[in-house]
Every structure is written in structure tokens, then in C-alpha cells.
């Protein structure tokens, strides 16, 4: 006969299998989409699984018992969660007419809704206001924001400030980077109008000393400092050319084809980047750039508040405007996420490898008649749009346009309340009655 101990350890090791059967080992499981991962190489029609807000699993078949929520998304795209490597968000100073104030926007209100998980700043704040920008907004942000540090003390305040090189001091910039090695991904030089290298130099000088790339926006077109130089001697392997289409700055030459410095600055390792933005993308020089074969690095917005409503709009309009000249998806999508990734230097992100941060996009790609815009105003025809269905952040649902991952709410009983678990669930993530409670193996 056993003992009362050794039959309840019985029956305990019975149940253990039973149990272990029916808690979720995963936290959301992303079914039947087609997964584009530029990093693995991968594009296929892959399951997603997440746990504790990393990537957990990614196969052609993961049972849906394992996980405690599951969505399918036959006929979608699964991404990484897309980076915006060109962005201005030092917003709520009250400073007007600048980068550091009212030119720029707030990230969250823009960027889940476009399956955007991260931005870079680009050059809204030097070492003088970085720690303003970090408490006023990076550290209130949702989306996860990283800077370009400005070479000018005082960030993107324009005209005299911008202009004055006695405010690009690079020991402090150099010690402001290094105490925010997690936030300052690199530094930017930008809007110079004078002849000088300085600007270039300095912050070129900071990002060595702190091992990160520089962003350039070459500023006014001047013959002194020629785009030949910048591309041929004074840029490093790894550093940034942004705008990269305007034509502002000899893009194009005169005989109509791209000036050859690009594609030898190309050969050296510099990355070239898009920053549609205000008044930075001509489609002459864009689509004599796609004929040469000669595609952008990455593709990036210069989002704020003078571009959000124009040609540029968001990174997905920009995305469906490069498939319109003439990219694949697959093309467009590693320009959005792995490429400007390693640009600046964060390989754990703009991929869905294991143990990655579940940063996650679900994109529809809809067929119509779509049109775009450049800076000038002119119109170029397409005919597939890309549209955010869901974005993850950490794991979890920020952002659910059609309500994918919710219950019927006729299929609910009828006093029902909060839906959700916060364990995938970042809008509504169930605090009230209601909420799903079922355990995971841990
Ligand atoms: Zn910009």
C-alpha cells in the first residue's frame, strides 16, 4: 500500500506531463506569414514564436498549443520592426523654427502606426541640450529612440547656430557620446553653409574617438569643400551619406548620370541613405540612380513637422515609393530594417533572429492605383501601397489595425471587460475582469 507522501508524489508526476501540455510555452505565436529577415537570408512563409519579448522560435510549423495567443497572418508580411535612421523628434522646448523645439514631432505618434520601432535622431541635439532631449522625450518615448549627437554644442537651433564653428568643440561632444554609449549611435554633421571642412572634420574626429559612424547632410553646395573630397577622402569606411537623391550637392552630373564619386564612395564602405524629408528626393537623380543600379543603403524618412504631410509622409509611403521604381519587396524591406541596423552599429536589431527583441512588423501590401511625390512636387505612379497591420514592441502589440489579435466580441459573454494579457498585450493588456490567466512553463 503506499503512503499518503508517496502517493501524492505519485499522482504529482502523473499530472506533470498533463499540465506541461496545457500551459503556453510561448507568449504570441505569429502564424503562416511570409517572413522576410535580410539578416538569415530568410523569405518564406514562416510561424514567429515570442517569449519574455525576444524572438523565440522561428520554423515553418510551431503548434499553436504552445502559445497562449495566436494570430494568423496568411497573406501578410512578417518583418523586423522597421528603423527610421532619419528622424527629428527634440520636440516640446517652445523654440520656434527649430530642430530643437517645433520643427520637430513626437516619435510614437508615427511610427507603430507604420510598423516603426525605432528611430535615430538625427542631429536635433548637441552635447549642450542632449540630456534635455533624453528627459523630455527619449526617456517618455515608446518607440525606441537613439541620437546622432549634433557636432554643434548647441543641436539643429539653425542659422547662427548652426554656422558657428566655434560651438563644435569635440572633447565635450567626444565625453557626451561616451557617457550615453547606449543612446549616442553616432554623430551628425549637418546644414554648414560655409566653406570650411570643420563641421566634417570635428565630427568625424568624435565618432572615431567614441567608435560610431558619422551622418552627413553636405549642407550648402560649395566648391571649397567639393562632394568628390567628401566621398573620396574625408569620409571613413561605415560613415553616412544622407539625402542622398536630392541632386543638391552634384548628385547628378551634367551629362545627366550620376557623378561617379558615389559609387567610389561606395567602394570605400560609405553608406548611402535616403532622408527623403522636406526637400531631399528628385526623381530625375532617384531614378538615374535605380537605371545605374546604383540603390540606397537604407531608406529613411527626415521626418518633421514641414515633411510629415508632404511627398515623404512616412517610412512605409517611402518604402512603397522605392517598390514603384522599381525594388522588390525583399529589396525595400532590407533597406528598412538590417541594412540601417548595421549601419549604425545595433546588430540586434532589423532582425528576427533567436533571442532578438521582439520588435516586429505585419505589413499588407495592397494593390491599386498609388501615386508619390518629390521634393519638387512631381508625381510618380505605383501600384502597391504597403500598409502596417500590427506592430510589435518587445513582444508585445502596440498598434492592431484591424483588430487581428482581439476575440469576436460577440463570441464573449455578455458583461464582458478588458481583453488582452499583458503578457502580449501592451494596449489593452487586460488589468480588469476578464483577463486571460492561464500559466506558462517557465
Ligand atoms: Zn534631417
Known sequence: MLSRTRLALFLSICALPALAQQAPQYDFLLQGGHVIDAKNNLSAIRDVAIRDGKIAAVAPKIDPA???????????????????????????????????????????????????????????????????????????????????????????????????????????ATEMALKYKDLIIGVKSAHYPGPEWTPVENAIAVATAANIPVMVDFGSNRPERPLEQLLGTKLRPGDIYTHCFSGLRNELGTNGKLNPALEQGRKRGIYFDVGQGGGSLAYPVAMEAMKEKFLPDSISTDLHTASMNSGTKDMLNLMSEFLAMGLTVDEVIARATWNPAREIHQESLGNLSVGAPADIAVLNLRDGKFGFADMYGARLSGTKRFECELTLRNGKVVYDLNALARPAWETLPKEYRRQGDPRWDAISPGRGPGRATTPRVP
Open 66 to 172: 504552445r502559445a497562449l495567443k495566436t494570430v494568423n497572418l496568411n497573406g501578410l508580411y512578417v518583418t523586423p520592426g522597421i528603423l527610421d535612421i532619419h528622424f527629428h523628434s527634440y520636440t516640446g522646448t517652445g523654440e520656434k523654427n527649430s530642430y530643437a523645439g517645433d520643427l520637430s514631432i513626437l516619435p510614437d505618434g508615427f511610427t507603430f502606426r507604420t510598423g516603426v520601432t525605432t528611430v535615430a535622431d538625427a542631429g536635433c541635439s548637441g552635447w549642450r541640450n542632449f540630456e534635455d532631449f533624453k528627459q523630455r522625450v527619449i526617456d517618455r518615448s515608446k518607440t525606441r529612440i537613439l541620437v546622432f549627437l549634433n557636432i554643434v554644442g548647441n543641436g539643429m537651433r539653425q542659422g547662427k547656430f548652426e554656422s558657428d564653428l566655434t560651438d563644435m568643440e569635440v572633447k565635450p
